[in-house]
């Protein structure tokens, strides 16, 4: 079925609201999962509600988030998450960050003690729309080896940069260390599809195409150990630098095996301290139409920039509506049932 935005994000929220969640924090939990949804990333979408739901049952997650400030100066702080809502958590982040760089140029916030934030790109997207260029980096649970290795260490490790742009808006990167994120994996799982070889390998460190066995093995990395160096990296800087877990200490979201302790990073960087931004947007777009005016390798008719692939399905979102399978429809009314809400999905 297709779901118009505005009507998911109700239903996630009655689902946030009925798990005590805040209005203002369900609000913007359900606004990074339904983004999610448009931008067809769905493994970072609103069947999270559901795993958020286990969580709660087994009480390893804290609603409503309760957020610290563990120290803080001009440039930089550290936010304690209170093992709640990554969204809240990172949202918060990007504020102080984007405040910080108003006075300083740059800001820099680090996040201990909090759980999975969904895409990156939400928060560096509130930058580059006040003129900034957004970062942020995160760890998780492990699900991908050292290079050479065959057992899983790191987590895929994702990273996010935005930028303003000339007239076509923002350009947003938002990847993983891995060659693909473990969601494509589970969801690959979940409808019974194989993966291509080169994503991963089973438990004897051999490729499979087998997701059942590469949910046992591990992924790897992006760019062989490359991929491995820049996630050792954002494990260090997320992780242990901001005090929280990382390596095989980060739990996973997936399971109730205890609280996640995901580190995060958060940056601002103010570009009216470099050059004018107008300037700034009129370089970006003369760059931008040198890039799609280049020459084309054999059989391809167009270049994308990165993230614009996932800007013109969250525009296909909006127009025609977000497509949910009929299991996403089932999980989604069997929650609002559990809250004792009287909303609900058609199932089709």
């Known amino acids: 079925m297709r779901i118009e935005p505005h009507r998911l994000k109700e239903i996630s929220i009655e689902i946030l609201k009925g798990l005590n969640a805040t209005g203002d924090e369900a609000g913007l939990a ?31 997650i804290r609603i409503p988030t309760e957020l610290k400030i563990v120290q803080e100066d001009g440039l930089t702080s550290v936010l304690d998450g209170g093992n709640g809502l990554g969204q809240v958590a990172a949202h918060r982040a990007m504020k102080m960050s984007i405040e910080k ?5 740059i800001g820099f916030t680090l996040i201990r003690n909090t759980n ?24 998780s649970a ?6 050479g290795g065959a057992a899983p260490f790191f987590g895929t490790n994702p990273l996010s940069f935005a930028i303003p742009g000339g007239k076509e808006g923002p350009v947003a990167l938002d990847m993983s260390s891995s060659v693909v994120a473990r969601g494509k994996i589970r ?16 438990e004897s460190g051999s490729p499979t195409t087998d997701p059942t066995a590469a949910m046992k093995g591990t992924l790897l990395p992006i760019g062989g150990p490359k991929g491995f160096g820049l996630a050792f990296m954002i494990d260090v800087l997320t992780g242990m630098l901001s005090g929280s877990n990382y390596g095989p200490n980060v739990k996973t979201f997936h399971q109730p095996l205890g609280p996640t302790g995901i580190g995060v ?9 470099f050059m004018p931004l107008d300037q700034f947007k009129q ?15 054999k059989g391809v008719s167009r270049i994308y920039l990165p993230g614009e692939i996932e800007l013109e399905k969250e525009k296909k979102s909006l127009a025609e509506g977000i497509p949910l399978n009929d299991s996403v429809v089932s999980s989604l009314n069997r929650l609002l ?10 199932e089709e």
């Not at 990073?265 to 301290?273: F, Y």
């Open 101 to 105: 760089a108003r006075k300083f140029g």
């Open 265 to 273: 990073l958060t940056m601002a960087i103010d570009i009216e301290r």
């Open 30 to 60: 359900a606004e990074c999962l339904v983004q999610a949804e448009m931008r067809g990333i769905d493994t970072h979408g609103v069947h999270f509600l559901q795993l958020l739901s286990d969580r709660i049952d087994a009480r390893m």
């Open 283 to 297: 370089l970006m777009e003369s760059y931008v139409e040198s890039i799609k005016r280049s020459k084309k390798a």
């Open 142 to 147: 492990p699900s991908m080896s050292p290079w």
């Open 337 to 346: 049932e559990k809250v004792r809400s009287p909303l609900r999905l058609k």
């Open 187 to 202: 969801r690959a799982e979940r409808m019974k599809e194989t993966i291509p070889l080169g994503w991963a390998l089973d």
């Open 116 to 139: 999975h934030i969904g895409i990156l790109a939400f928060y560096t997207l509130m930058a580059a729309e006040e003129g900034m260029v957004g970062i942020v980096m995160s760890n």
